[in-house]
């Protein structure tokens, strides 16, 4: 039998106090990486997720695998080969809008090909994510902070530690890229030069998706960027260490995005997934593709645009 009174808690006699143990853990420095590369092989409590989400996820396989009837879903995929080449076509560019809108409305989330962006820069990115947390924890302690008041490109295992129901099996780095510019000398030299390119690429490809999702909303094409939806962006790098008992804890709690729009690079062990029709959904691991997830705020300023049409922002972890 388990007491519980505030921080602590205790079990057949030993009492766990959950805010040492975070701030033991927060004060290393070396986040998440640091306890994989210690040899942990027991999850440290404050992990433990408070959820029974595997429970649920198992749950829902379960359903799934014994339903005839089900068809598997998955999330749209939006091509923009055609559009890219010849963005002038109308024709052309009025199906992609469609199929935003379509995708906007119904899942809040899609899948989008052939965008324009190499895959040597998508994939130079991800390595250059690797390189910043996996080199030496001394050269990752002075960026360690919470504090993006003061400081615009920072590191720790999770910005909410000690808010969060639990703590999650990760590590991030922030960098708020604007406005103003950020100063690239602020970025780490292991990923430097590859996340200033990659954010000049994916700053356009925002820019060309909020035009197309303002007139998927019947509006001028500049309306949502005159808005000021593209004025501030930032880039999150995330990382997911090995996990000894993964059964136990979670990468990232189940969440929407409080942004305007997302754009997600991932590898290809992937992980994503989306609350849909009761129901969690992995999303793609497509060589070369992104995902889109429209935010909260995207989906608040819709509501003072127009009334025609919704846009959806979904649950996802």
């Avoid at 998440?32 to 027991?42: C, I, P, T």
């Avoid at 645009?305 to 922002?313: A, D, E, P, T």
């Amino acid at each position: 039998m388990d007491a519980i009174s505030g921080a602590s808690e205790v079990s057949g006699g030993n009492t766990y106090d959950r805010t040492k143990e975070l701030k033991e853990f927060d004060e290393t420095k070396a986040g998440v990486k640091g306890l994989v590369d210690s040899g942990v092989v027991k999850v440290p409590r404050i992990f433990y997720n408070s959820h029974d989400v595997h429970g649920h996820l198992h749950e829902a396989e379960s359903i799934q695998s014994h339903s005839h009837d089900q068809i598997p879903l998955s999330i749209p995929t939006i091509d923009l080969k055609e559009f890219i080449t010849d963005n002038k076509n109308s024709n052309q560019r009025k199906k992609v809008v469609d199929q935003i809108r379509e995708a906007s409305e119904t899942w809040g989330f899609f899948e989008l090909t052939n965008h324009g962006i190499p895959i040597s820069i998508l994939d130079e990115m991800l390595q250059g994510t690797r390189r910043f947390f996996e080199q030496d924890i001394e050269l990752k302690k002075p960026l360690y902070s919470r504090d993006f008041t003061n400081r615009r490109v920072l590191y720790n295992a999770q910005f909410n530690l000690y808010s969060s129901s639990n703590a999650e099996w990760r590590d991030t780095l922030g960098c708020i890229m604007s406005p103003p510019p950020l100063n690239p000398e602020e970025v780490p030299p292991v990923c430097r030069d590859i996340l200033m390119e990659y954010n000049k690429q994916v700053q356009s490809l925002g820019n060309t998706l909020f035009e197309l999702l303002s007139e998927s909303l019947e509006l001028s094409n500049k309306h949502l960027i005159e808005m000021g939806c593209a004025d501030g962006h930032a880039i999150t790098c995330l990382y997911y260490p090995a996990c000894p008992e993964p059964e136990l804890t979670i990468g990232i709690n189940s969440h929407a995005d409080s942004d305007f729009l997302t754009i997600l690079l991932q590898d290809q062990i992937g992980g994503l997934q989306i609350h849909y029709q009761n129901q969690w959904v992995d999303a793609p691991t497509t060589p070369g593709a992104l995902v889109v997830n429209i935010g909260d705020l995207l989906q608040a300023s819709r509501s003072s645009i127009i009334v025609n049409y919704k846009l959806f922002s979904f649950t996802q972890k």
